[in-house]
């Protein structure tokens, strides 16, 4: 069992805001294997007042009861913060963070208790990017670490087992028209019919800005890692990005030789037809099991 704390930005059912975040719970809700201990949430796509009540609102709809911890933005001692450090003293050696949004509570944890990275058992993050991210000729700048640079640094230098799902690996993992033939079969079923309202006008949105038909899955990927790291290929690199270069959300790669950090930054998906069978399992399960 995978003993899991959700820290996100989102913001599913926020006018022209984006919805990955909201089916990330969605996947995590069906996941047999995942004892999801809480959700917490930042900012980045949204303000923390915003993403708070985005997600209060998507558990109330589902009947998903779990902790939600609300985080404070530059707070660093935020319920968030404070909840984390609560888990991971809890499960020590076993609990998994996942987290999509700015890093502002996970390294809030550490500054509560500098014992915070050696009790978890993993950290996977989704953000970052290697050189710039341009889709059909548009730059998309990266929003995770960028959003508070000073705590992606910390979180980063870490002593925790550390996995970065970056932007660029998400591009493997767009949610096109056979995705959304999938969804429109089982529209009949309350649950796939409250996730296609929502996601009809962001792909309608990401048609207009980025000329693609569909949406690239972001965090939903990140939290495919966690269950199924058998479908992606590893890649232990060192990074030397400072504080400042995270302000763009930059990793700089560094020679194994060099100073830096050491981080897993997997280099490719194996199967994206995998990936989506397992995605939408879940969501089978969580319509059946809680909408």
């Known amino acids: ?9 989102n913001t599913m059912g926020v006018p022209n805001r984006d919805v990955d975040d909201g089916l990330t719970i969605l996947y995590l809700a069906g996941r047999k294997d ?6 917490t949430t930042t900012f980045g796509n949204d303000s923390v007042e915003t993403v708070y009540n985005a997600t209060r609102g998507l558990l109330d709809d589902w009947g998903i009861i779990v902790p939600l911890a609300r985080g404070g933005g530059m707070n660093r001692s935020s319920e968030a913060a404070v909840f984390l450090v609560e888990q991971a003293n809890r499960y020590r050696g076993e609990l998994v963070v996942l987290a999509t949004g700015a890093l502002s509570n996970i390294h809030g944890a550490f500054l509560i208790d500098p014992h915070f990275y050696d009790n978890v058992r993993m950290i996977v993050v989704m953000g970052g990017i290697t050189k710039p991210l341009v889709i059909n000729g548009v730059t998309c700048n990266e929003l995770n670490f960028s959003s508070d640079p000073e705590a992606t640094y910390g979180v980063m230098n870490s002593a925790a087992d550390m996995t970065v ?10 949610f096109g ?8 079969e089982r529209r009949h079923i309350p649950g796939f019919s409250y996730i296609l309202e929502r996601l009809y006008p962001w792909r309608d ?28 290929e590893n890649n232990r690199i ?11 959300g930059l990793l700089k790669i560094s020679a194994p030789s060099e100073n830096g ?3 897993n930054v997997p280099s490719s998906l194996r199967n994206i037809n995998a990936f989506n069978h397992i ?13």
């Open 1 to 9: 069992m995978i003993r899991l704390v959700y820290d996100c930005d």
């Open 34 to 39: 995942v004892d999801l201990l809480g959700i």
């Open 165 to 174: 799902i970056t932007g660029h690996l998400c591009l493997n993992a767009l």
């Open 177 to 184: 028209p056979e995705e959304f033939r999938l969804l429109e």
């Open 205 to 232: 949105l990401m048609r207009k800005v980025f000329k693609i038909d569909g949406f690239f899955n972001w965090d939903v990927l990140a939290a495919a890692y966690v269950t199924n790291q058998e479908l992606f």
């Open 238 to 248: 060192r990074i030397q990005s400072t504080a400042n270069d995270l302000k763009t």
């Open 261 to 263: 950090y050491e981080l």
């Open 279 to 291: 995605v939408f399992k879940a969501w089978d399960y969580s319509v059946k099991g809680l909408f």
